[in-house]
C-alpha cells in the first residue's frame, strides 16, 4: 500500500520518526511511505535537524507555506496537498496531533475521499480557544482509523458519538477507533536506549555546560505569548525561582519574538541579564531528552514535553488552565498552574522538596507504530 504522511510543525516530525522506522524495519515489503512537509516549520532547529539524526526519510514534497494567519496558512496546504493527493494517489493519508498543517492534510483528504489515519486521536482539551481544540476535533470527525495513545481519549470520542465496536471495513462514514499507546513513548524508549548506548550524555554539549540538576522549561502556546499579562506572570515566576535554582529555556522562535515587546522592561532586562536563567535556541531531540533526563522539574505548556517529563519520571508543572493528558495530573506528578505566579512557585517548591514517586505504565508498550502499521495494512 502507499500511504501519505504529512509533517510540518515540530512535533510531528518527531512523531513521524516512530511510524517510519517500524516501516523500514517491520513493513518495508507492504509499505511504501511518501513524506509531505508542508513548511509550517521551517528554521533549522524546528525543522532540518530532525531528519538526519532521527533518521527520517526526506520529504519528496516541502511545500514551503511557511508562517501566516490560520486562515491563510491552512488554505494554501489545503490547495497544495489536494494537488499531492491527486497525482500520487495514495491509499491513505496519515497525520499527526493537532496543527494547522494537520486540519489542512484533513480537509484536502475527506473531500477526495482518501482514507484518513489519524495518530493521537481523541485527545480534548475541552477548550475551543485554543486552534488546535477546533484542529483535532475537525480531523478526528473526518477520519476512518482514529488511534489514541490514551483511555480518556477514547472516552471522549465516545462521547461524541463514535462507535467503539470495530467494523471490518471502516470508512469515514463508520471509522474505527483504538486505544493503542503514545507513539511518542515508542520514540522517548528508543532514542534514550541511543542516547545510553552512546553515551550521547557524555557528548551533548549540554552535559558539560549544564550537567544534572536544573530545571528546563519550554514556552510556546499562544495564549502565553500573546498576552502580555500572563507572558510577564510565567517570567516573574522564573525570575524568583531562578534566585535558587538555575533554569534552561530552549526557547520557541514564537516566544524569542515575543519577549522584548511583551514583558515589562524591568522584567526583560532581569531575564536577560541573569546568571541562572539560560536562554538558549531551541535543541535537537536528543539534547532535548538528556536536557529532559538531566533535569529535576520540567515547567512547561507543550504538550509533548509534558508527556516525555512523565515518560523519564520528572515532577512536571504545566503552564496551562488544563490538559489533553489529564492521566499525568491524576496520577498527582503533574500540577496544572496557568500563568498565575503565587501557583507556579508553590507547586515547582513543592515538587522540589517531595516529587513524585510513582508513574504507572499508562502510554502503552512502546509499539504504537507497529500496531497502527498493522491495522493500516489490513483495513486500508
Ligand atoms: C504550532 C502549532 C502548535 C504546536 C507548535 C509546536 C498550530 C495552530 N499550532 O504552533 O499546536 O504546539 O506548532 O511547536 O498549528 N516561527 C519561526 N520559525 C519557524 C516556525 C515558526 O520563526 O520555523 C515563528 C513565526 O514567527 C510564526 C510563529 O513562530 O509566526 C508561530 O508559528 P506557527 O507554526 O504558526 O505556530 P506555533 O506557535 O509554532
Ligand atoms: N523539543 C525539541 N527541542 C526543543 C524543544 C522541544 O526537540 O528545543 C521536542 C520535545 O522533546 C517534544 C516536541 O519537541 O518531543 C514537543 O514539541 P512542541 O513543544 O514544539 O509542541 P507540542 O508538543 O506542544 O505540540
Known sequence: MKIITIIGARPQIIKSSALSRAIRDCFSDKIEEIIVHTGQHYDNNM??????????????????????????????????????????????????????????????????????????????????SMPEEINRIMTDHVSTLLFSPTISGVNNLKNEGFDL?????????????????????????????????????????????????????????????????????????????????????????????????QLDKDIYESIMVSKSIEIIDPVS??????????????????????????????????????TEWVEIVENGSAKLVDANYDKIIQEVNSFLSNPPKNYPKIFGDAKASQFICEQMIKYL
Open 47 to 128: 525543522s532540518e535537524v530532525f531528519f538526519e539524526q532521527l533518521s527520517i526519510p526526506k520529504p519528496k514534497y516541502n511545500l514551503g507555506v511557511g508562517s501566516a494567519s490560520h486562515g491563510a496558512q491552512t488554505a494554501k496546504m489545503i490547495e497544495k496537498i489536494e494537488e499531492i493527493l491527486v497525482q500520487e494517489k495514495p491509499n491513505a493519508l496519515v497525520i499527526y496531533g493537532d496543527t494547522n498543517s494537520t486540519l489542512a492534510a484533513a480537509i484536502a483528504a475527506s473531500k477526495i475521499h482518501v482514507p484518513i489515519v489519524h495518530i493521537e486521536a481523541g485527545l480534548r482539551s475541552f477548550n475551543k
Open 165 to 261: 465496536r470495530l467494523s471490518d471495513n471502516p470508512t469515514i462514514d463508520r471509522p474505527n477507533v483504538y486505544h493503542c499507546g503514545d507513539i511518542m513513548y515508542d520514540n522517548t524508549i528508543h532514542f534514550s536506549s541511543l542516547i545510553a548506548g552512546n553515551s550521547t550524555e557524555n557528548t551533548s554539549e549540554y552535559y558539560n555546560k549544564y550537567g544534572k540538576g536544573f530545571i528546563l522549561c519550554t514556552i510556546h502556546r499562544n495564549a502565553n505569548t500573546d498576552d502580555a499579562k500572563r507572558m510577564n506572570d510565567i517570567f516573574s515566576a522564573i525570575l524568583k525561582i531562578s534566585q535558587s535554582e538555575r533554569v534552561i529555556l530552549p526557547l520557541h522562535p514564537r516566544t524569542k519574538k515575543m519577549l522584548s515587546s
Open 285 to 322: 531531540f536528543l539534547d532535548m531528552i538528556y536536557l529532559e533526563s538531566a533535569s529535576k522539574l520540567i515547567l512547561t505548556d507543550s504538550g509533548g514535553v509534558q508527556k516525555e517529563a512523565y515518560f523519564l519520571e520528572k515532577p512536571c508543572v504545566i503552564l496551562r488552565p488544563e
